[in-house]
C-alpha cells in the first residue's frame, strides 16, 4: 500500500495535427489547434518526493508553477495506482494564457471510480476550484481522494461544463492495478526466492519469474500480460476549438462535426511516433510503469493487453488485423467468463468473449488481451517456398516491384525516429536482410472501422490508426524452421 500523490494544473495550450500521410511531416504542413488540458503529474508516493516542482506549497516553486501555464498536453498525465493505494490528486487552476480573461473553473472526475460525491468531481454536485490570481501568494486549490478497491482501466477529465472542457482536451487515462495482496486473495502467489507463481500452490509456468502484480489486468491468473498499452480514443472538431480560442458565441456543440480522430491525443501517422509524454528509459519506475505509446512493439508469442478508452463524442468501432483479443474486462470489472470458463474446465478459447471488432462508446473502457500467436507454420511456405503448384508470394512482389516500385511499401520501424526513420518493406525481408528467417518483422494495422475517422480532415491515410510490429519469437531470431523452435516452448507446460 502507497500514498500516491499527483498534482494537475489546469490550462490551455496548442497541438499541431498532421494533414498528410507523411511519417515524418513538414511542420508547415500542419494544423494548429488550440486546447485545454492538464499538466502535472506524480509528486509524491509516500515520502519519496519524484517531482519537486510540483509542490505548490513551497513558495519557491511558484514561478515554475505559474510557467507551466500555455503548456497543456493531450491527454493529460496518466495516473495509475494499485488495489489499496491512497490516491491523492491535488487540482491547481492556472487559467488560460491565450484567454487570460476566461475565468472558467476546472474539476477532476475520476470516470468509474467508486469515490463518495464530494470528490466526484462533478461540480454541479460539488465545488470547482477557481483560477490562480494573486500569483505571489499560494495557488487555491482542493485534493481529490479515491481509494481503488478494483483494478482496471479507467479515465479522469474536467466535468465543469463537460461539453467543452472534454472535447477540448481535459482528459486522461487512469489505471489501477492489483496488488500483491489483492492477488494473493485470489490464489495467485509468486515466491520471491524462486522466482515462480503460483496459482492454488500449482506452478504457472506460463508467468515469467520477471513479472509483478503490475503484469495483471485483474486479480485473475488468466489476465496475465507482458506489455500492456493505453489506446485513448478521442475526436476533435477543430471548428469547435477555433470557435473557444475566438470566444465565437455563435458555435452550438449539437452541430459537432469532428474532422480530426486521435489515439492518445495523435492522429496517425504520429501514433506511430514514441510519445512526447514518455519518459526517458531508466527514470523511476513509478514515472515509467505506463506510458501513451500507441505504435505496439511486442515479440512473437507475447501477451498483450490494449487499454481501450473512449472520450470522443463517437462510438470507435476499434479493428484489430492479426488475431482475435479476448474481453477481459469492461468498465474496470473483469470479465465473467473468466471466473466461470474454469468451473466448467473449459478452456479460455471456448468460454470466453472474443472478436476482432470491439465497439466502445463514449465513456466506455475495455481490457483487450492479444496472444502474438504464430504464424509460421501455416504461411512461412507459401510465403518463401510457394506450395500447391503456386509460386512463392516472395517470388510474386518482385514481379509487382519490377512493374512499380512504388507498390512494395516501406514500412517505419519501432522505434520511429524523424527525420530518416529505419524501415523495411517484404522484398527486404524475403531476402534475408532482416536476418535469417525472411518472415519477421510482421506488421498489423488496428484502426477505428469507421474508416472515414481513419483520416485527416478528410486525407486518408490518417486519423484512429497505428501499428503492431512483431518481432521473432523472443531468444529465437536465428531459428530457421519457426514451428520447430515453437515446439520447444511446448514442452515447458510445468504439469
Ligand atoms: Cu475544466
Redesign the pocket.
Known amino acids: 500500500m502507497a500514498i500516491r500523490h499527483y498534482v494537475l494544473l489546469?490550462t490551455d495550450g496548442f497541438v499541431d495535427l498532421p494533414t498528410t500521410p507523411d511519417v515524418c511531416p513538414n511542420p508547415s504542413t500542419r494544423q494548429r489547434t488550440y486546447i485545454?488540458g492538464f499538466v502535472g503529474g506524480l509528486f509524491k508516493v509516500d515520502d519519496k518526493v519524484i517531482n519537486s516542482t510540483l509542490d505548490w506549497t513551497d513558495s519557491a516553486n511558484l514561478p515554475a508553477l505559474l510557467a507551466m501555464k500555455g503548456t497543456a498536453t493531450l491527454p493529460a498525465p496518466i495516473i495509475w495506482a494499485e488495489i489499496g493505494d491512497h490516491l491523492y490528486i491535488t487540482l491547481i487552476n492556472l487559467g488560460m494564457a491565450e484567454l487570460p480573461d476566461l475565468l472558467?473553473f476546472?474539476?477532476v472526475h475520476l470516470h468509474g471510480a467508486h469515490v463518495a460525491t464530494q470528490v466526484d468531481g462533478f461540480p454541479e454536485t460539488s465545488f470547482g476550484v477557481p483560477m490562480w490570481m494573486d500569483t505571489t501568494s499560494t495557488p487555491p486549490n482542493a485534493t481529490y481522494f479515491f481509494q481503488p478497491e478494483h483494478p482496471g482501466t479507467l479515465m479522469y477529465h474536467?466535468h465543469?461544463?463537460a461539453s467543452e472542457?472534454v472535447q477540448m482536451g481535459?482528459y486522461g487515462a487512469l489505471v489501477i492495478y492489483p496488488s500483491i495482496e489483492s492477488l494473493a486473495m485470489a490464489g495467485i502467489t509468486k515466491n520471491e526466492i524462486t522466482k515462480q507463481w503460483f496459482l492454488d500452490g500449482k506452478w504457472q509456468s506460463q508467468i515469467p519469474g520477471t513479472a509483478t502484480n503490475r503484469n495483471f489486468a485483474y486479480n485473475d491468473i488468466q489476465t496475465f500480460f507482458d506489455k500492456e498499452y493505453v489506446m485513448l480514443l478521442s475526436d476533435i472538431d477543430s471548428t469547435w476549438h477555433e470557435a473557444v480560442r475566438t470566444q465565437d458565441p455563435t458555435f452550438n456543440a449539437v452541430n459537432y462535426r469532428p474532422n480530426f480522430w486521435l489515439v492518445n491525443g495523435r492522429a496517425f501517422p504520429d501514433t506511430l511516433l514514441p510519445h512526447p509524454q514518455t519518459p526517458s528509459p531508466g527514470s523511476d519506475p513509478d514515472l515509467t510503469q505506463i506510458n501513451y505509446e500507441s505504435y505496439v512493439h511486442i515479440k512473437t508469442g507475447n501477451k498483450f493487453l490494449l487499454r481501450m478508452i473512449n472520450l470522443a463524442y463517437q462510438v470507435a468501432p476499434w479493428h484489430i488485423h492479426g488475431w482475435h483479443f479476448m474481453v477481459i474486462g469492461k468498465d474496470s470489472n473483469p470479465s465473467p467468463f473468466l471466473a466461470i470458463a474454469p468451473k466448467l474446465g473449459l478452456m479460455p478459447h471456448e468460454a470466453q468473449e472474443h472478436g476482432f471488432t470491439a465497439t466502445i462508446g463514449s465513456g466506455e473502457t475495455y481490457d483487450l488481451l492479444l496472444t502474438a500467436d504464430d504464424k509460421r507454420s501455416l504461411y512461412k511456405n507459401y510465403i518463401i517456398n510457394g506450395q500447391d503448384g503456386l509460386p512463392s508470394l516472395c517470388a510474386q512482389l518482385k514481379a509487382l516491384q519490377s512493374v512499380d516500385p512504388g507498390a512494395i511499401f516501406d514500412i517505419p520501424t519501432e522505434p520511429v525516429s524523424c527525420p530518416g526513420p529505419n524501415t523495411v518493406n517484404y522484398i527486404n525481408i524475403c531476402d534475408g536482410t532482416q536476418g535469417v528467417d525472411q518472415f519477421f518483422p510482421q506488421f498489423y494495422p488496428m484502426h477505428n472501422h469507421d474508416d472515414y475517422k481513419v483520416t485527416n480532415d478528410g486525407t486518408y491515410p490518417g486519423g484512429q490508426l497505428t501499428y503492431i510490429q512483431t518481432d521473432a519469437p523472443e531468444g529465437k531470431d536465428d531459428c530457421m524452421e519457426g514451428y520447430e523452435c515453437e515446439d520447444v516452448d511446448d514442452d515447458l507446460n510445468g504439469d
Open positions: 489546469a485545454f472558467d476546472h474539476t474536467c465543469v461544463e472542457h481535459m
